[in-house]
Structure formats: C-alpha cells, structure tokens
C-alpha cells in the first residue's frame, strides 16, 4: 500500500472507532480504540479519525496514506451468480477460472453499476462432477466447470461520498468491507459450528447473518437497531433518553 508495506485498517461502527496499522509480516505497530457518541452524524466521526491518524503517524514515524475500510450498512445488496464453462480440451483450472472471474465482474459493472463490489465469495466449485468447496486451481477440467459465487454489494453513492470525505483528509480509501461478514466468519471459524446463524442489533442497524460450512448462505441488514428502541421507551413514557436507555438495559437483567 505504501513503500514500506504497512497496513491500515479503520473500522467505524457507531459507537467505537478502532484503527490499527500492521507490517507487511502483519505485526501489529499501533493500534487504538476510541468512544464516540452515538447520535453524531457518521461525516463527523472523520475528525476522530484525523486525530488517530496523527498519532499513528507519531508513533510509527511514518505518513499514512492508504487506508483499507471496515464498515456495515442496512443497505447491503447480495447477488447470488453461476457461472459454467465447458472447454474443448484439457485445461488447468487456473487458466479456465481467470476468465469466469473476468465474465463475473463483466456482469456486475454491467448490471450493478451503480453499486461497490465489497466481497466476491465462492459458495461451490464443480468440476467435472465432483464438488469443492473452493476452486483447486492446481487440478485440470475435462468436461465442465461451475462455480456458484455470493456477491457482497455497498450502494455505490455513499461509496463515493465516504471516498470523497477521506481525499479531504488525504486518505486514500484502497478497498472496503463489509464488517457483518468478516465478524460472522471469524466467530464462526472460533466456534467450529457447520451451521450458524448471528442476529447483531447495532445502534441504528440489525444484520442476520447465516453460515454454513464457512460459506456465506444469507445476510440481510435494515436500518433498525437499538437506538430505535431507546427513542420508542422515551416517547412513550415520556421520559429523556438516558433514562429509556437504562430501562432498555435492565430487560437484560434478571429479577
């Protein structure tokens, strides 16, 4: 990302901010995790960012410029795509599956172009017949080769606005993710379930994720989360926010 290959990650969620910067051997040379207020529009939490960054620079005597984002929206689209090819001869995989994934973005800039393409994720590969859970580049294909992918997509205008907003802070956004999806994965590895589902209820957000095998089966955000239960407690009992938001907390409570 940089001459020195370092690693920049910003996850912005709507209550913490964590920023960590790796090496190219991903060791870890700074890291800190920030509160920030919850009810403040996401553009503002751009200057706790800047503040980090400047610390970050401080500490590694380095100019951050590349950046890898991390966030979650209620607006996730998934596309489900197979794509199928038969050779007329014997060819490695590698050579055949080069020109899916061509064919694969070919019809996501044509048909969701107004999207960001997040994650490009391979449900199931078969190859003349058998089935693989990822694509064994290595092996050859003699008759035919299908691979189910699951695309992750962010809406494309609040991409670009984002990008825009890091420019004026001299960050260069190289790629984002989709932080639902990646804590899903992890949890799932540590659990070591074939089957798992995660409900997550963020701030103004709730996201149910489904996994199988480590493969993505479902994931669906809407933009209801638990701020809109605080303000529901406040309106109807007449009472400030702070003190719905402890009532909210105490359900969790037992007798």
Known sequence: MNKENFYTLIDIGSSKLRFSVFDSNLNEKFSKTENINNNIDFFYKFDAINNIVKKAEKKISLHIKDVILIFDTADILTVDISLNKNPDRKFKVNKIYESIILELNQIINSNYNNYYHAHTIINKCVIDEKIFD???????????????????????????????????????????FCTSYLKSLSYSKKLGFNKVCFLEIGWER??????ENDKLKFIKSIPVGGNHITKDISNIFKIDLDQAEKIKKSF????
């Open 134 to 176: 990822d694509v064994p580049k290595n092996n050859e294909i003699s008759k035919n080769i299908k691979i189910d992918f699951k695309i992750i997509l962010f809406p494309g205008k609040n991409i670009s606005i984002i990008k825009e907003k890091f420019i004026k802070y001299n960050l260069n956004v190289v790629n984002i």
């Open 206 to 211: 709730t996201s149910l994720i489904s996994l």
């Open 252 to 255: 969790n409570e037992t007798e």
